[in-house]
Structure formats: structure tokens, C-alpha cells
């Protein structure tokens, strides 16, 4: 991520923001269960977590409008850590 903060308020909204870029997969929990970009299944309580399955974490990247490249806006989204 661009910029580093301590404050663990924002760290989590940026987590969720992130993780609300994924996927909802029909008959499980939104909560829980997500996919990311490429199709691969994530859990929310696995972040971080390179040794689970579902491992994932966030990618910070250049926003797609005009308006956000010139703000230097980056969007955020979820990978599985593969």
C-alpha cells in the first residue's frame, strides 16, 4: 500500500474495502467467503496467511478514471496470496 498507518481503524476499512471488491460466491456467507479477481477462493479470517488455502491479501493500484490518476487515487483489492 502506498501509505502506511498505524491507526487499526483504518487499517480494517481498508481491508473491507478490498475485500468488498471480490466476488460474492452464491449459497456461501458473504462474510466469510469470497473470490477474488482470477476466481479464487478467499476467507476472511485468512488474511495474511500464507500456510491456509484460502490466504489472501491486498494489492494497492492505480485508479482506472481520469479523475482518480490525477488525484493519485489508488484502489485497493483483495488476492489470494498465490
Not at 501509505?3 to 473491507?16: A, M, Y
Not at 478467499?42 to 482506472?64: A, H, K, L, N, V
Request: aromatic content about 12%.
Amino acid at each position: 500500500m502506498a501509505r502506511l498507518s498505524s491507526d487499526p481503524f483504518s487499517i480494517l476499512q481498508t481491508r473491507f474495502r478490498a475485500w468488498e471488491t471480490c466476488i460474492r460466491i452464491p449459497g456461501c456467507d458473504k462474510a466469510i467467503w469470497r473470490q477474488d479477481a482470477a476466481g479464487r477462493v478467499i476467507r476472511w479470517t485468512d488474511f495474511g496467511d500464507r500456510f491456509s488455502r484460502y490466504g489472501w491479501e491486498m494489492r494497492s493500484c492505480p485508479s482506472d478514471t481520469a479523475l482518480g490518476r490525477a488525484l493519485k487515487r489508488h484502489k485497493v483489492e483483495a488476492i489470494h496470496w498465490r
